[in-house]
Nanobody, 121 residues
């Protein structure tokens, strides 16, 4: 069992920055690929950024490329989402997700409780 705890959300003005940490408890963090998703009101949950278990490869949704950066510290069992140049359309609940993969098969998947990010003037 893996517990994920997000923090760092809040209200920020357009053009501002936030960093979202997600701390994990209960398993070997370095075994898991980590992901950030978000869900805006009335919309489906979407994948924002991914990072492989050892942090070699990252991927981003087109809507956040060049503005968001995902990183991980396997010594601290924490994954981060650095969000710069925030836009009102980035407003959403952001969720941390851990996936235990075997090749392309997901063996286990765990979710955090989410943290609200609101971008408004």
């Amino acid at each position: 069992q893996v517990q994920l705890v997000e923090s760092g959300g809040g209200l920020v003005q357009p053009g501002g920055s936030l960093r979202l940490p997600c701390a994990t408890l209960g398993s070997t963090f370095s075994n898991y690929a980590m992901n950030w998703y978000r869900q805006a009101p009335g919309k489906e949950r979407e994948l924002v950024a991914t990072i492989t278990n050892v942090g070699v490869t990252t991927n981003y949704a087109d809507s956040v490329k060049g503005r968001f950066t995902i990183s991980r510290d396997n010594r601290k069992n924490t994954v981060y989402l650095q969000m710069n140049s925030l836009k009102p359309e980035d407003t959403a609940v952001y969720y941390c997700n851990a996936k235990l993969l075997l090749g392309t098969t997901t063996l286990r998947s765990y979710w955090g409780q989410g943290t609200q990010v609101s971008v408004s003037s």
